[in-house]
């Protein structure tokens, strides 16, 4: 089973740089209507203080993140990078309790020197 390429939520970047999630959508629909990033449309659980129904988020791939935090708040773009650095690291550390990954990531840093 394969994994595709991490994303973030269009709700977690508006967490990070503390602005509405429907402004962030904003954004990234604009951004991307001037071809300068891309998103799925997805659907998640509402959460606390957000009503009960579901939420329509956008993910959005590593670069295109940056693209819109640039755009939507400078500032923050700190907090977006310590935020990647933690996906990237649960998934190491997920890859460590897969078996089949660990021997993976073994072999590909294994150096053969010959005797």
Known sequence: MGEGPQ?????????LVEKRHDNVKRTIESLTDKGLVSFTPSVE??????????????????????VVVAQLSPEFTGRLVDRWQQLEAGGAVAALNDPAKLRNLLLENVSIVPV
């Open 45 to 66: 659980t509402s959460h606390e203080g957000s009503g009960s129904g579901p939420v329509e988020v956008y993910r959005v791939g590593k670069r295109d993140t940056y």
């Open 7 to 15: 994303t973030m939520s269009s709700r977690e970047i508006a967490e």
